[in-house]
Nanobody, 116 residues
Framework: VQLVESGGGLVQPGGSLRLSCAAS????????MNWYRQAPGKERELVAA????????NYANSVKGRFTFSRDNAKNTVYLQMNSLKPEDTAVYYC??????????WGQGIQVTVSS
């Protein structure tokens, strides 16, 4: 099982990034997917979630209206489009897969830094 994040990096406030998470080794279309993030000295928090079919997505209040979560089950990949980035979005972002039996898989994490 692998979840491989990509697309992170350094961006100026107000800029955009798109994170990707490529999955392999499990039945991707049977899993809800989540993005979490963890800033230095803070607990890991749920940023966004999407259902296995992509029929719904939910967002933390702090990112609602700025982030868009999508998935392509044909490519076993999820995407997090992040716009209007703020310094407080700086964190390590983790991709997570979870099924209805609470089986969890995690990516290794990717750094997003928003700074001028």
């Amino acid at each position: 099982v692998q979840l491989v994040e990509s697309g992170g990096g350094l961006v100026q406030p107000g800029g955009s990034l798109r994170l990707s998470c490529a999955a392999s080794g499990f039945t991707f279309s049977s899993y809800d997917m989540n993005w979490y993030r963890q800033a230095p000295g803070k607990e890991r928090e749920l940023v966004a979630a999407i259902s296995s079919s992509g029929g719904w997505a939910n967002y933390a209040n702090s990112v609602k209206g700025r982030f868009t979560f999508s998935r392509d089950n044909a490519k076993n990949t999820v995407y997090l489009q992040m716009n209007s980035l703020k310094p407080e979005d700086t964190a390590v972002y983790y991709c997570n897969a979870r099924n209805l039996y609470s089986v969890n898989y995690w990516g290794q994490g990717i750094q997003v830094t928003v700074s001028s």
